[in-house]
């Protein structure tokens, strides 16, 4: 009966909102007994933290700016877990992505053909690194997990040799050269780092939405999420789908790495060390389990932990709360945020018996 199904649904709903309520409020309690222990008052740091997270426009602006990329490297992961698959090679891609941008930063080009280019080109990066990692999957039978890792480390060291050796700033050597004014995403907000890379974001969100539920490749990435030996019974190829899952997932993530380039003020390209890149992907998986995997969960899961990174200066400027302490509570959070999700990732994988290209 629809009704019956109406209700069911809604329970299932309720009972994920619940695990994410109780996730959230034991990894800031846990968090808070660190900070006590350590001699600082929790309360005060947790207000700190929200107020400047988004207490008036530029501090909103500031947590905006940081949810934009992990909200693209999120979709990497979720359509990799839709597909039955553990894709945590978000990391490389976006490397790959960045280096793709200034790339096309480093040519002589009217101004007008920067944006698009770099668009193109970081997505094409990123999803070529992703297809690696989809190839060893499916004529290898490689993990998923093993394969992203090593690649996620590969891109790692090309795109920081990259840096050093060949697309060095002959200003500032701590730099990549920057996208050019006319290649830039502009700022929405101005004063604040917000650029229109969060525009970007929400439009490949709704994009991987209406693909995964409205599109026949999106059905069939699910069939074989569900049960690829059924998905082939039914006509449909795993290996193509799977294939197609990293794909996008790499266009996903490569598309964060031209935005952290051609969007992300004052510098406008790789830092040592890819230090302005580092850990986003990481970021995506954990906003990515908080969204349920679902590309309209995402959104307001990257919000939250955008929220976190931002409100982490309050918690250093009012409480004083050194670096490493806002680091660790900011870990403690997230690690409790992502076990439901972990949680039901396995039981799903157990119930399924696994993915085995078939």
Known sequence: ????????????????????????LVGFVIAGILMWLGGYDPIAAYIAMFEFSFSDPYYLATTLSFAAPIMLTAITFAVGVRAGLFNIGAEGQLYMGALGAVIVASWALPGPLYLPLAIIVGSL??????????????????????????????????????????????????KTISMPPAGRLPILIKGTELSASLIVSLVFVGIAFYLLWYMVLGYEIRATGLNPSAARYGGINPKKAMLWAFIIGGIASGLAGVCEIAGRPPSYAITTGLSNLMGLGFDGITVSLLG???????????????????????????????????????????????????????????????????
């Open 292 to 358: 349920a995997n679902h590309p309209f969960g995402i959104i307001p899961a990257a919000i939250f932990i955008g929220a976190l990174y931002s409100g982490a200066r309050g918690m250093q400027i009012v409480t004083g709360v050194p670096l490493e302490m806002v680091k660790a509570v900011q870990g403690i959070i997230i690690i409790a945020l992502a076990v439901p999700g972990i949680i039901r990732l396995i039981r799903s994988k157990i119930r399924r018996g696994g993915v085995k290209v078939v």
């Open 1 to 24: 009966m629809p009704g019956s199904r109406f209700w069911i649904v809604l329970k299932e709903e309720l009972g994920r909102l619940a695990e994410i309520l109780i996730a959230v």
């Open 125 to 174: 990066m990123g999803a070529v690194w992703g297809l690696a990692a989809g190839l060893l999957k499916v004529y290898r039978e490689v993990n998923e997990v093993v394969s992203t890792i090593m690649l996620n480390w590969i891109a790692f060291w090309v795109v920081e040799y990259a840096r050093v050796y060949i697309y060095p700033n002959p200003i500032d050597a701590s």
